[in-house]
């Protein structure tokens, strides 16, 4: 019998765009004959929706309603239910669900899915998901918290401040001082939890600070200002398992004309409709040995120090002038799932949707083994008066 596998994708993010190539690019790649493989799409307005039409780039261009379902999800024995939502069913209309998934695979970017929001929902019902849990994908995505992570396990990183909205708004001189303070210029100014460069700007002097600070605070409550390096290198690599059982991609080195990475450069100027495998880059890195070995080994000891699960990509930047190599942030669920990464140690994409889904079904028994109740007599000797 084959895998119900529902493929997530869409949701209330920046990233929404880029989530719909990511999702589209899994669906095509899992085995017909392993899986029944669907989408599930959830709208900017955080609405789900099912259906053959999504499986169409088409749709999302110009979407024709009428042409798919809108659902709601529930857990039912263990299993992704999607449930008939359209109005003149009723919301308690009883009858088996319109749709079952064995295993859901999030392919969702930002805010509102890869913060462990999606995960928190899946393990409350305990359906097999095949991204990371709670703890590493929320830690993943604030880019404040993982850098405390990251500190506190002595990884490598630039010097950063974090910054409140209200504290800016408030106190924007004084802000600017701190930062001015503690950090030569070049800075970067990011939101806490975006992904895909989005809000994200250099700044070289105090105007250009305050300038990228109100960018940011656009987009988040909660503000990271990053040293930068003027010579550097970009480094990515992936990591796929679950627990003690991790392995490394190849290394990649993206190229661009620009101090960094743009929203444009990963997905308009590299044919957007292939998501991050269009973007230019050089498979492997061209780094010394010993740089592309420390690499892979800081790879795995960031997934693990997350608890990840599935498959992520770390990032890195490498200081020219220095030789100095330094973390810079995971992605818990990389665009286009990393999936280019993994294709240069050959493995293809088809064969990494199986571990994932394996590390998925795993990590759920694991969870079934313990345990959820304490027997306690607590309620009978309680009155439920103050």
């Known amino acids: 019998m084959k895998t119900r596998l529902a493929i ?15 999702g589209l690019q899994a669906l095509y790649a899992a085995d017909a004959q392993k899986y029944d493989a669907f989408p599930v799409y959830i709208s900017r307005e955080g609405e789900w929706f099912v259906g053959d039409a999504l499986r169409k780039m088409e749709f999302y261009k110009k979407p024709d309603w009428g042409a798919v379902r809108r659902v709601f999800p529930a857990g039912k024995h263990g299993k992704l239910a999607l449930m008939d939502a359209q109005e003149h069913k009723g919301l308690f209309k009883k009858g088996e669900p319109d749709v079952l998934a064995d295993v859901v695979m999030p392919v969702l970017h930002g805010m509102n899915g890869e913060d462990g929001t999606l995960s928190g929902m899946m393990e409350m019902w305990g ?7 709670v703890l590493g994908s ?3 995505m604030d880019k404040i918290a993982m850098k405390q992570l990251f ?9 950063w401040l974090g910054v409140e909205r209200n504290q800016w708004f408030e106190e924007r001189e004084a802000i600017l001082d701190r930062v001015e303070k503690a950090l030569a210029y070049p800075v970067f100014v990011k939101p806490a939890n975006l992904g895909s460069s989005i809000g994200i700007s250099k700044a070289e002097d105090r105007q250009a600070l ?3 600070l109100d960018v940011a605070s656009s987009y988040d409550r909660r503000l990271l200002v990053e040293r930068g390096l003027t010579n550097f290198k970009e480094i990515n690599c992936a990591a796929l398992g679950y627990a003690n059982d991790i392995e490394v991609s190849a290394t990649e080195m993206p190229t661009s004309w620009e101090a960094f990475l743009s929203f444009d450069d990963k997905y308009l100027r590299g044919k957007g409709a292939k998501g991050m495998e269009a973007l230019a880059r050089k498979i492997p890195a061209p780094v ?10 800081l790879t795995r000891a960031v997934f693990s120090a997350l608890d990840c699960k599935g498959v992520a990509r770390v990032d890195f930047l490498l200081d020219e002038v220095s030789g100095e190599l330094y973390v810079g942030e995971i992605n818990t669920i990389p665009g286009s799932l990393a999936f280019y990464l993994w294709e240069a140690t050959g493995l293809k ?3 990494l949707v199986d571990k994932m889904v394996e590390y998925a079904l795993r990590a759920s028994q694991d969870k079934r083994q313990s345990v959820f109740s304490y027997d306690s007599s607590i309620l009978q000797r309680g009155t439920g008066k103050a």
């Open 8 to 22: 997530v994708f869409g949701s209330r993010a920046c990233e929404h765009d880029v989530s719909i190539i990511s």
């Open 127 to 133: 359906i097999p998901y095949t991204s990371s849990g």
């Open 138 to 140: 929320s830690v993943g």
């Open 151 to 159: 500190r506190g396990c002595g990884f490598p990183i630039l010097d």
């Open 210 to 212: 305050s300038d990228a």
């Open 288 to 297: 010394e040995p010993q740089v592309e070995a420390r690499v892979k080994e």
């Open 349 to 351: 994409f088809g064969a």
